[in-house]
C-alpha cells in the first residue's frame, strides 16, 4: 500500500523512534520487520488513509516533522494507522506547504501547521484549509486559534458544510466577529434534534428565541432541549413547551424534571402523562417524592 509517514531528522537522516532507539531509513531501500507484527508493539507504522492528518496524533506539527511516501505491506491497521512487516522508502518530501498540504485529506494538519508553524503563510493556509475541511470544525477551529484569520470567508464555509449546526452554534460563542443574522437561519434549516439551537439561545449575543422556540418544537422528538431551554432561556413559552413534552416524551423522564425545574407547570397534566408513559413507575415515583 502506498501511503504517508512520518519522520524526524538528526545529522544523520531521517529516523523513527519506537522503542527509544532510532531507527534510520534512506530513499530507495527497503526494510523488513522482526517478530510478530502488531499495532502499536511491533512493525513499521504509517498512515492507514494516505492522509498527513492521521499522523498528527503520534508527530507533533511542525517544522521539524519530515515526511516521506512509502509502500507498506499491510499486516493491520485500524482508523488512522496500519502497520506492516516490511516497508520502502519511495521518497521524503520538503518541508513545504504546498506540497505536504495535497497529503491532507480532513484539514487537520493544515489547522495545526497554522498554529505551530513559525512559517505560514494564512491565506494559502485558509484557501486549502476551504478546500479540505468537510465539516467546519477545523475551520471552527482556526478561527480561535489562527493568528490571521478571516471570519467573514470562514463563515461562508460552516454556512456551506456544517450539516448539524455543531460548528456554527460554537462559531457564534466563540469567534471575535460573527453575522448572528446568518448563522441562525443555517441553524433553523439543519438543527434535526434541537441541540445546538438551545445552546445559541443560552450562549448567543443575539438570538431570536421566537424562531429558536418555533424550531424547537418542530425537531425536539423527546423533549431534552425543550426541557434545558424552559430552565435557562430567558424567554421560554411554558404552556407550548409543556403541549410539546406532553406529546413527546415517551418515558416521562422530561417531563419530571420539568416540573421540578420549571418556573411554570401544569402538573395535573404532566402527572397524568407520567401515568401512561412511564412503564417503569420510577419518574412517577420521584414526582410523587419532589413535586
Known sequence: MKTIKAFYKDEKGYYCNPVGTKFYFEAGKTYKAKG???????????????????????????????????????????????????????EFLPTDFDILSKYDKTGIWIYLAGRYWKKFDFKKGMDKLFEVDKTGEWVYKAGIYWKKFDFGRSLEKLLEVDKTGEWIYKAGYVWK???????????????????????????????????????????????????????????????????????????????????????????????????????????????????
Open 36 to 90: 510478530k507484527i502488531r499495532l502499536c508493539e511491533n512493525g513499521f507504522h504509517a498512515s492507514a488513509n494516505f492522509d498527513i492528518s492521521d499522523t498528527v496524533g503520534y508527530y507533533y506539527v511542525s517544522e521539524s516533522i519530515y515526511y516521506g511516501i512509502v509502500e507498506l505491506n499491510v499486516i493491520d491497521k485500524d482508523e488512522n494507522k496500519a502497520v506492516g512487516d516490511k516497508i520502502t522508502v519511495l
Open 177 to 291: 466577529k460573527f453575522d448572528f443574522q446568518k448563522g441562525m437561519d443555517k441553524l433553523l434549516k439543519v438543527d434535526k434534534t434541537g441541540e445546538w439551537i438551545y445552546k445559541a439561545g443560552c450562549d448567543w449575543k443575539k438570538f431570536d428565541l421566537i424562531k429558536g422556540m418555533n424550531k424547537l418544537l418542530e425537531v425536539d422528538e423527546i423533549g431534552q432541549w425543550i426541557y434545558y431551554a424552559g430552565i435557562n432561556w430567558k424567554q421560554f413559552d411554558f404552556e407550548r413547551g409543556m403541549e410539546k413534552l406532553l406529546e413527546v416524551d415517551n418515558t416521562g423522564e422530561w417531563i419530571y424534571y420539568a416540573g421540578c425545574d420549571w418556573r411554570e407547570f401544569d402538573y395535573v397534566r404532566g402527572y397524568n402523562k407520567l401515568l401512561v408513559v412511564d412503564r417503569t413507575n420510577m419518574w412517577r415515583r420521584e414526582a410523587d417524592i419532589n413535586w
